[in-house]
C-alpha cells in the first residue's frame, strides 16, 4: 500500500498550478479560481486549459495539458462531471501527481455519481492523488494558494490547520478565528474523498512541521478505523480538536444481539474521545474559542484555575463555571492568602480563590502584586482575570474619576503579559461585550485593540465565563491525556493464534448461522477467557451422564440453531441437583421447545456446571458503521436493554481503555464492594476485555457478540452464556 501522505505536499505548495476549465468567461469557476490565486498572491506559474478561447486574465489558454511545456505540480478540475475520467488520465500522463476535482454531481447526486467516482478511483489509483470532487480544495497561506471563494483570507502563515469536508462551514471557522488571532498553516475541503479523506489528511498534518494544532469539522469519517488509529498512536503529539456535528443522525440498526441494539452512533464517538487525546467541541463558539485557547497555549495547561473578578457576583458566577467545565478553583497556599491579605488590608472583599478585588479598576500596582502572587502559587496552573477594565475610557464611564489616568492605558495592559512571561503560567482574560449604549462602537473598537494585544502576547481573551471554562477545560484535558505513556500506541499482533484456527473451522461448519453456545464457548476459551464448559448431549441418557461426569449442581440448556434468546422459552433450567431433576429438566425443556419454538431443530441440551452466584456483567461487541468493531462492557442480566448501564470503546482496547470503560458505568460502586457485599475482582475482569479485545480483533467475520452473563466474583470471573453472530 502506498505511503497515505504520498504526494500531499503537491496541494500545499505547488510550484505551478494547471486549471483545468478556466474559460474566456471570467465567471466560470476556473476563472474565477486563477483571480483568486492572483489576489492572493500567488507565487508559481499558472496555466490555464480548455477546450476554446485565447486569453484569460492574461495567461494563454492551452487545449490540452500535453501542450503546457513545463513541469505541472497541481491540477484544479473544474469541468462537468462526465468529462473528468479523461482529464485524470491526461493528468497521469503528463505525470502530474496531484488533483483537485472542484466539480459536483458525483454520489451525492445518486447511482450515476457513484459509478462516474468508482471509475475515477480506477483509473487513479496509485497513480495520482485525488482532492474531491465536490470540494474547494487547499488554502496554505505558506505555499501561497487559496480558494476559489478564499482572495481575502489572511496571507500571514500560522500554525492551525484545518480539516472539513464542507468548504462553507470552513469559510466560518477559518472567519472566525482569523478575528481571534489564529493563523492556518493549511486547510483542505476534500468532499466527497474518493481518494483523500480525514485519516490522509489527519496524518499527513501530524507529520507536518507547519503544524501545531489541528482542527476539524466533521459529520462522519470515511476511514473510521484508520482515522482512529491514527488519533491514537499520535495521541498527545498535538492538540487535534473536532467539532463532531450529527450526532443524533444516523439511527439504529436492526440487530440479534442485545449489544447491537444498545448501541448508537454517539457510542462510537464517545469512545473515540475516551480513547484518544482529541478533544470534542460541539458548536462554533467553543471551536473557535479553544483553537484561540491553544494557539497561545499550545501545550495545554493543568485545571487548577486562580480566579481574579472586579466584582462579587463575577466571583459566583465564574466559580459556577469553573465547576461546570470540570476545572477547579483550589484554595491557595496559607503564605498567598497570608500576603493577600496585607495587600487588600481591611477589605469587605474575598481574598480566597475566587478573588473578588472588590471594583473593576485597580491600581497598575496593585494588579501587579496580585497578578504576581497568583503566579508564584504552587497550587495555581492557570490565572484567569474577570472584569477588570483595561480600558481606561470604560473605566471612566463607569467610576469617573478613580479611574486610572489616560496615560496608564499602555502600561496597564502590559501587567498581564509581563507576569506571565515571568512565570511562565498562563493566564487568560475574560472582556465581556456589556455596551450597548451610544457609546459602544468606540468602545468595542477599542475592545478589540486590547483583546488583540493579549492574543497576540499569547494571553487567549474569552467572552463570558462559560466560554472562557469551556475553552480552557479543553486545553486542561489534553495536557492531561498529554502524559507520558497515557495513551499507548497500539501495535498488531505477527502471527494469528490458535484461536483463529478453531474460529475459521467453525465458521467453515456452521456457514453463516448464529454459533451456539458450545462453539461460542469453545473459541472465548482458545482466547483465555474462563467458561462454564458445556457438554452436549442428545438424549435423556446422555445428559444423565454428562452430569455425573461433572458433577452436582449442573445447568441444562436447549442447543437450537433457531433458539438464540434460550431462557424467553423455558429452555435453561439451574441449580439441578441430582439425576431426577436432570430427568425432569430434560422432559420440561422438551415440551417448552414443542409448545414455543415448535418447528425448530433441536441438537440437544447442553450440561454444564451451576456457577456460583455473584455480580452478573454483560460483555458485548457489534459493529460500528464508521469505527467497525466496538466493545461493550456493562452490568448483565436480563435487565441490560432497560438499564442501558454500559460503556463502550472502539477496538483494540488499551490496558487503560479495560480500566476506564469499568469505571465509567454506573454499577462501579457495585463491582468495588458495597455495605458488605462482596466485590467483582476487577483487574481479573480488565485482563477478560483485553482477551476479548483480541479475539474480535483477530476474526474481522464476526458480526456481533453477547456475553451474558459474565458472573464476577471477588476472585475471578467466569462466563456462563455466549453468542457469537458471524457476518
Ligand atoms: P439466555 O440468555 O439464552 O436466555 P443463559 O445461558 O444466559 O440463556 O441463561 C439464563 C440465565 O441462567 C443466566 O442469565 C444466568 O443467570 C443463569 N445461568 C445460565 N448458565 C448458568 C451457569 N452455568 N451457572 C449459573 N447460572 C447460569
Ligand atoms: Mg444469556
Known amino acids: 500500500m502506498p505511503d497515505s501522505s504520498m504526494y500531499l505536499d503537491h496541494f500545499f505548495h505547488p510550484e505551478s498550478i494547471a486549471v483545468v476549465g478556466a474559460s474566456e468567461n471570467s465567471l466560470s469557476y476556473g476563472a474565477r479560481y486563477i483571480q483568486a490565486l492572483i489576489d492572493f498572491g500567488y507565487k508559481g506559474k499558472l496555466y490555464a486549459i480548455n477546450h476554446n478561447g485565447d486569453n484569460i486574465l492574461g495567461y494563454k489558454i492551452f487545449r490540452k495539458l500535453s501542450d503546457v511545456p513545463d513541469k505541472i505540480d497541481l491540477a484544479f478540475v473544474s469541468i462537468p462531471a462526465g468529462?473528468?475520467?479523461?482529464?485524470?488520465?491526461?493528468?497521469?500522463?503528463?505525470?502530474?501527481?496531484?488533483?483537485?476535482?472542484?466539480?459536483?454531481?458525483?454520489?451525492?447526486?445518486?447511482?450515476?455519481?457513484?459509478?462516474?467516482?468508482?471509475?475515477?478511483?480506477?483509473?487513479?489509483?496509485?497513480?495520482?492523488?485525488l482532492m474531491g470532487p465536490n470540494c474547494f480544495g487547499p488554502y496554505c497561506p505558506g505555499g501561497g494558494i487559496t480558494f476559489v471563494t478564499g482572495s481575502s483570507f489572511s496571507c500571514e502563515p500560522g500554525s492551525t490547520a484545518l480539516i472539513a469536508q464542507s468548504g462553507q462551514l470552513a469559510e466560518c471557522i477559518i472567519g472566525r478565528a482569523l478575528g481571534e488571532g489564529v493563523r492556518y498553516s493549511k486547510f483542505a475541503s476534500y468532499g466527497n474523498a474518493i481518494d483523500i479523506n480525514e485519516a490522509d489528511l489527519l496524518d499527513f498534518l501530524m507529520q507536518d512541521d507547519e503544524t501545531r494544532i489541528i482542527t476539524s469539522y466533521m459529520e462522519g469519517v470515511k476511514d473510521g478505523s484508520r482515522f482512529f488509529e491514527i488519533a491514537r498512536n499520535n495521541s498527545g503529539k498535538k492538540p487535534v480538536i473536532i467539532w463532531k456535528a450529527g450526532l443524533t443522525g444516523i439511527g439504529a440498526v436492526a440487530s440479534s444481539s442485545h449489544t447491537g441494539s444498545i448501541a448508537g452512533t454517539n457510542d462510537a464517538w464517545n469512545a473515540f474521545f475516551s480513547q484518544t487525546s482529541a478533544i470534542k467541541v460541539t458548536d462554533l463558539d467553543e471551536m473557535t474559542d479553544t483553537t484561540a485557547a491553544?494557539?497561545?497555549?499550545?501545550?495545554?495547561?493543568?485545571?487548577?484555575?486562580?480566579?481574579?473578578?472586579?466584582?462579587?457576583?463575577?466571583?459566583?458566577?465564574?466559580?459556577?463555571?469553573?465547576?461546570?467545565?470540570?476545572?477547579q478553583m483550589p484554595a491557595f497556599s496559607p503564605e498567598t492568602e497570608e500576603r493577600l491579605r496585607e495587600l487588600f488590608p481591611g477589605t469587605g472583599t474575598s481574598l480566597r480563590n475566587p478573588v473578588d478585588i472588590g471594583n473593576p479598576h485597580p491600581s497598575i500596582e496593585l494588579l501587579e502584586a496580585l497578578l504576581e502572587l497568583m503566579s508564584a502559587d504552587e497550587n495555581v496552573d492557570i490565572i484567569v482575570v474577570r472584569r477588570v477594565l483595561f480600558s481606561v475610557k470604560l473605566s471612566r464611564i463607569f467610576s469617573g474619576s478613580t479611574a486610572p489616568p489616560e496615560e496608564q492605558q499602555q502600561t496597564l495592559l502590559e501587567v498581564p503579559v509581563r507576569i506571565k512571561n515571568k512565570y511562565k503560567k498562563p493566564v487568560a482574560i475574560i472582556l465581556s461585550e456589556d455596551l450597548t449604549d451610544v457609546k459602544s462602537l468606540e468602545l468595542e473598537k477599542e475592545r478589540r485593540e486590547i483583546r488583540d494585544y493579549f492574543f497576540s502576547n499569547g494571553i487567549p481573551v474569552f467572552l463570558s465565563e462559560q466560554r472562557a471554562f469551556r475553552a480552557l477545560s479543553n486545553l486542561a484535558r489534553f495536557r492531561q491525556r498529554a502524559g507520558a505513556g497515557n495513551i499507548p500506541a497500539i501495535t498488531g499482533k505477527d502471527k494469528p493464534s490458535e484461536g483463529r484456527e478453531v474460529f475459521i473451522e467453525i465458521l467453515k461448519n456452521t456457514g453463516s448461522k448464529i454459533f451456539n453456545e458450545i462453539q461460542s464457548k469453545t473459541i472465548l476459551k482458545k482466547y483465555g477467557i474462563n467458561v462454564t464448559e458445556p457438554m452436549l448431549a442428545k438424549s435423556e441418557n446422555e445428559a444423565l451422564s454428562a452430569a455425573e461426569k461433572l458433577g452436582y449442581p449442573v445447568v441444562m440448556k436447549i442447543v437450537s440453531p433457531q433458539i438464540t434468546h434460550k431462557s424467553d422459552i423455558g429452555g435453561v433450567k439451574t441449580d439441578l441437583q441430582g439425576s431426577e431433576q436432570v430427568k425432569n429438566a430434560y422432559n420440561g425443556i422438551m415440551k417448552a421447545v414443542k409448545e414455543k419454538a415448535a418447528g425448530a431443530f433441536i441438537e440437544g441440551v447442553s450440561i454444564q456446571k451451576m456457577a456460583e452466584p455473584g455480580i452478573e456483567l454483560v460483555i458485548g461487541m457489534t459493529r460500528d458503521p464508521q469505527f467497525g468493531p466496538m466493545l461493550m462492557f456493562g452490568l448483565g442480566g436480563t435487565l441490560v436493554e432497560v438499564l442501558k448501564d454500559v460503556s463502550f470503546r472502539i477496538v483494540p482496547l488499551s490496558g487503560?481503555?479495560?480500566?476506564?470503560?469499568?469505571?465509567?458505568?454506573?454499577?462501579?460502586?457495585?463491582?468495588?464492594?458495597?455495605?458488605?457485599?462482596?466485590?467483582?475482582?476487577?483487574?481479573?475482569?480488565?485482563?477478560?476485555?483485553?482477551?476479548?479485545?483480541?479475539?474480535?480483533?483477530?476474526?474481522?467475520?464476526?458480526?456481533?457478540?453477547?456475553?451474558?452473563?459474565?458472573?464476577?466474583?471477588?476472585?475471578?470471573?467466569v462466563a456462563v452464556d455466549a453468542r457469537i453472530i458471524p457476518d
Open 294 to 327: 491553544f494557539n497561545c497555549i499550545p501545550e495545554g495547561c493543568g485545571s487548577r484555575a486562580a480566579y481574579v473578578s472586579g466584582g462579587g457576583a463575577g466571583a459566583v458566577i465564574g466559580a459556577d463555571a469553573c465547576e461546570i467545565s470540570g476545572m
Open 83 to 129: 468529462f473528468i475520467a479523461d482529464i485524470i488520465r491526461e493528468c497521469i500522463e503528463k505525470d502530474i501527481k496531484a488533483a483537485v476535482v472542484f466539480t459536483a454531481g458525483f454520489s451525492e447526486t445518486g447511482e450515476h455519481g457513484c459509478a462516474l467516482e468508482k471509475e475515477i478511483m480506477g483509473i487513479a489509483a496509485g497513480k495520482i492523488r
Open 656 to 717: 487503560e481503555d479495560a480500566k476506564s470503560m469499568i469505571k465509567q458505568v454506573k454499577s462501579y460502586r457495585l463491582l468495588e464492594g458495597y455495605r458488605g457485599r462482596p466485590g467483582a475482582d476487577i483487574e481479573n475482569l480488565e485482563k477478560m476485555l483485553l482477551k476479548f479485545s483480541e479475539l474480535i480483533k483477530e476474526n474481522p467475520e464476526i458480526k456481533e457478540i453477547d456475553i451474558n452473563p459474565v458472573i464476577a466474583y471477588k476472585d475471578g470471573a
